[in-house]
């Protein structure tokens, strides 16, 4: 039994030693700041064969705009974007779900951006866009959602 502990107490502290020496990157959440968020219907081209998520169902294609506020200073990765969006009828126009969308990258101070979203055809409009938020990443976390080849293939963590 004394060497399985003892086995045990040398990896960890392996391990330990490993975690020391080779830290890995820093993923820190920075909270991004949006405001002035606003949605227009979206172009044909967007829109074009248009349905609901899980369904065969019609949906209506929109896109949601306004500004982000970085204030870290450093270009911001991967902002998940959260928010409530209610139809004329203060109905939910998509149940259970808060994030919205992403915003891929978030240079410092204020820029635009804008999210595609698609709402079932038959909740009455206008929409009503409430507690819109987004929170995002110091370094790339998600290599997939870069359409150029480059940016994948240049995927690090700086």
């Given at each position: 039994?004394?060497?399985?502990?003892?086995?045990?107490?040398?990896?960890?502290?392996?391990?330990?030693?490993?975690?020391?020496?080779?830290?890995?990157?820093?993923?820190?959440?920075?909270?991004?700041?949006?405001?002035?968020?606003?949605?227009?219907?979206?172009?044909?081209?967007?829109?074009?064969?248009?349905?609901?998520?899980?369904?065969?169902?019609?949906?209506?294609?929109?896109?949601?705009?306004?500004?982000?506020?970085?204030?870290?200073?450093?270009?911001?990765?991967?902002?998940?974007?959260?928010?409530?969006?209610?139809?004329?009828?203060?109905n939910t126009v998509m149940p259970n779900r808060t994030r919205?969308?992403?915003?891929?990258?978030?240079?410092?101070?204020?820029?635009?951006?804008?999210?595609?979203?698609?709402?079932?055809?038959?909740?009455?409009?206008?929409?009503?866009?409430?507690?819109?938020?987004?929170?995002?990443?110091?370094?790339?976390?998600?290599?997939?959602?870069?359409?150029?080849?480059?940016?994948?293939?240049?995927?690090?963590?700086?």
């Amino acid at each position: 039994m004394r060497s399985h502990s003892s086995i045990i107490i040398i990896l960890a502290g392996i391990l330990s030693l490993a975690c020391c020496l080779f830290p890995l990157p820093a993923l820190a959440a920075v909270s991004i700041q949006l405001s002035n968020i606003s949605y227009t219907n979206c172009p044909a081209e967007y829109a074009e064969g248009n349905v609901g998520s899980g369904s065969n169902m019609a949906a209506t294609c929109y896109l949601v705009q306004g500004k982000a506020k970085n204030p870290s200073g450093k270009t911001v990765y991967d902002a998940d974007v959260f928010g409530r969006i209610y139809d004329a009828n203060n109905n939910t126009v998509m149940p259970n779900r808060t994030r919205v969308g992403t915003i891929a990258e978030v240079p410092p101070g204020v820029s635009d951006f804008e999210i595609r979203i698609s709402v079932p055809a038959n909740q009455p409009t206008p929409l009503q866009l409430k507690q819109f938020k987004a929170s995002g990443f110091s370094s790339k976390v998600r290599p997939y959602y870069y359409q150029d080849e480059d940016d994948f293939a240049n995927f690090n963590h700086d």
